[in-house]
């Protein structure tokens, strides 16, 4: 019953040679022949160049009938290209979509009326040998034609309805790799937007973003390109790659300058550059996407994904993803950029408050930074974090702010201090937590410049803490307060020997000073001593990042 799909061709009939599967909806017209119950003809009238005959149907002249086929076709719908008895044809068009852009026409041929010779005669047109239609013709029941036109119509809706099911399963199958492939894009984005911490390096995001997108984008090979030009600090220029990326700093550099891609911001998608670029310099790169990282006009560098992982191209879909890590990654520099500014610029303030204080009691000159920096070695000795270091070489910066608030008279008299006099120096403490309480960027600071002068014992002021009472950073702060007051020359006396400042804080541990820290202090005794000589130039402390809490 089935249609000889691979043998019969319109070569059979000096024709060209039959058209390629591919064209040809196979398992649909199998369908469609087991609706109808029979095998059908089949001819491809566009391009004209294929037949496929079942011994069901008779030896006709196809090719004559190709002019009515092709206009069959163009209707599309079921209708009779001859309708003389005892012979019906009908013609049922296949729709386009159905067959990969060539176009199908099925035959199916009934018999509707007796065999009698003149009526065969009137078929020469179509039938190219009489007694082999009449033989076909002798073997087929008298079928009515419009129950044949019923059957085929029915038959081509059915074969439509299936067509259209496949199509939607297709477009589901698709939707779901695509909703797969969106939802690694998403939960890349989100994970990156999570790691957006502004104390993270560029360098540390850069790590991260490059190898979680090498895992999702179809390339061999993946980087993020920071020039050293580029970046805010020396040490954050770099080239992050994923991969077999077959390209060195210098090379990408080399690269970006072949395609002119300085400042541009639209993204660079080349494939086949080869054919593009005649002398192209870059053999390894056969297809490649280059990706501006910048926010507003600052650019940061670039991202750069090389060579179709399953040998296709690069389209849309990767360039948006790669845009949108880009765009992440431009602003998360572009904020830390302003971060570190801020952090610098209240920097900037802090040192000019210091400078400030030392202006106002000459005899002290240099004895906030002193403090802060030998503050940073006993908290880098106690085993702090970064952070609390940072802060605490601010507190040490700021501990005696308040003794802008504080009579110069008093604050400059080069003699010993009358009882009164000593109680109002000691109001520098809470002066300075005045002045500074109101910045909100500069609180972690407070309980150092307020308790600076507490003592172990509870002997100190402002409030009289003892012990643990006492915040930890001013606990630090007391002693390298203590080490530098005790070991400066005043005017009215000479600082105290080496010796003679060891016995001193010795004896003062676990009564003025945490045992502890004084333990820290002789641990790093000698390299304290070293960095007072030093000027804040020979010895500069650099914030890593402002603290915020
Ligand atoms: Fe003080
Ligand atoms: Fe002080």
Redesign the pocket.
């Known amino acids: 019953m089935a249609t000889d799909f691979s043998s019969t061709a319109f070569a059979a009939q000096g024709s060209p040679p039959a058209p390629s599967s591919a064209a040809f909806p196979r398992r649909l017209l199998e369908q469609l022949e087991e609706w109808v119950g029979h095998g059908l003809c089949w001819v491809c009238v566009d391009p004209p160049n294929g037949l496929c005959r079942s011994k069901d149907q008779p030896p006709l002249d196809y090719q004559a009938l190709a002019p009515r086929l092709v206009q069959v076709a163009r209707r599309g719908q079921v209708q009779a290209v001859v309708n003389q008895a005892p012979l019906l044809v009908l013609a049922l068009p296949v729709p386009r979509e159905m067959t990969s852009g060539a176009v199908w026409v099925g035959l199916d041929c009934y018999r509707i009326g007796p065999l009698r010779t003149p009526q065969l005669d009137r078929l020469h047109p179509w039938v190219l040998d009489v007694d082999d239609f009449a033989t076909w013709a002798q073997q087929q029941p008298i079928t009515a034609p419009r129950t044949a036109q019923h059957l085929l119509q029915m038959a081509l809706r059915c074969l439509k309805q299936q067509a259209q099911l496949d199509q939607i399963g297709t477009e589901v199958d698709q939707l779901c790799e695509q909703l797969c492939h969106t939802y690694e894009e998403i939960s890349l984005l989100y994970r990156l937007t999570n790691n957006l911490a502004l104390n993270r390096s560029e360098q540390e995001l850069a790590a991260t973003a490059v190898q979680w997108v090498g895992q999702i984008l179809p390339a061999q090979g993946l980087a993020i390109f920071m020039p050293q030009r580029m970046a805010r600090s020396p040490t954050s220029g770099g080239l992050w790659t994923y991969g077999p990326f077959p390209l060195s700093s210098q090379e990408v550099e080399t690269l970006l300058e072949y395609l002119g891609l300085g400042f541009q911001h639209a993204p660079c998608v080349l494939n086949h550059p080869q054919e593009q670029f005649p002398q192209w310099p870059f053999p390894e790169v056969h297809e490649l996407i280059v990706v501006p990282v910048y926010e507003s006009e600052r650019f940061f560098g670039w991202m750069i994904a090389v060579n179709h992982l399953y040998g296709g191209e690069f389209g849309s879909a990767e360039v948006d993803l790669l845009q949108s890590i880009s765009t992440i990654l431009g602003i998360h520099h572009s904020n830390t950029l302003y971060y570190h500014e801020q952090g610098e610029l209240l920097t900037g303030i802090v040192r000019s408050l210091s400078s400030a204080i030392d202006a106002k009691d000459p005899y002290t000159r240099g ?1 906030s930074d002193r ?1 802060a920096r030998v503050a940073v070695r006993l908290a880098r000795q106690l085993g702090c974090d970064a952070r609390t270091v940072d802060t605490i070489y601010l507190a040490g910066l700021l ?2 702010v308040g003794k802008i608030g504080i009579d110069d008279r008093i604050l400059r008299k080069p003699g010993r201090l009358t009882p009164e006099e000593f109680e109002h120096i000691k109001q520098h403490t809470i002066i300075g937590y005045e002045i500074l309480r109101g910045i909100k960027q500069l609180c972690h600071v407070l309980p150092v410049v307020l308790h600076h002068h507490e003592a172990w014992d509870g002997s100190g002021y402002p409030h009289g803490l003892a012990g643990e009472c006492i915040p930890y950073l001013a606990r630090v702060v007391a002693v390298a ?1 203590a080490f530098d ?1 005790m070991g400066s020359d005043r005017p009215y006396r000479k600082g105290m020997s080496d010796e003679k400042l060891d016995a001193v804080i010795r004896q003062g541990a676990g009564k003025q000073w945490d045992p502890k820290v004084v333990e820290a202090f002789f641990a790093c005794r000698n390299e304290i001593r070293r960095v007072v000589k030093l000027s804040p130039e020979e010895d500069p402390i650099q914030l890593r990042i402002w603290p915020s809490y």
């Open positions: 004895h403090v501990h005696d307060d007051a």
